[in-house]
């Protein structure tokens, strides 16, 4: 089994930063990309960014020049820089990786979810 636990979430002004962790443990033979999405209430859950195992990036317009994810793959951590934050960045942010089983089976998982609330 395979857990995904999420933290770095909260409320911050207009202008300001915040800094995301998603860690993944359990048993599995390696991670493929680690992603973030978001929500915001009355929409569709949206891809924020992207990186790929070999570092390969990844972001919405939306954010771009703003947010910046990166991994630590000694600690199966993925991370998401989010600076600049505006008002309509206010959603609930979720880390989805993708794992090799070890089983040889790609599989993804989905985090909690970590509440962003940016105010004006």
């Known amino acids: 089994q395979v857990q995904l636990v999420e933290s770095g979430g909260g409320l911050v002004q207009t202008g300001g930063s915040l800094r995301l962790s998603c860690a993944v443990s359990?048993?599995?033979?390696?991670?493929?990309?680690m992603d973030w999405y978001r929500q915001a209430p009355g929409k569709q859950r949206e891809l924020v960014a992207r990186?790929?195992?070999?570092?390969?990036?990844n972001y919405a317009d939306s954010v771009k020049a703003r947010f910046t994810i990166s991994r630590d793959n000694a600690k199966n951590t993925v991370y998401l820089q989010m600076n600049n934050l505006k008002v309509e960045d206010t959603a609930k942010y979720y880390c989805?990786?993708?794992?090799?089983?070890?089983?040889?089976?790609?599989?993804?998982?989905w985090g909690q979810g970590t509440q962003v609330t940016v105010s004006s």
């Open positions: 989805n990786v993708g794992v090799l089983s070890n089983t040889m089976d790609i599989l993804t998982y």
């Open positions: 990186i790929a195992s070999g570092g390969r990036t």
């Open positions: 359990g048993s599995f033979r390696s991670i493929a990309e």
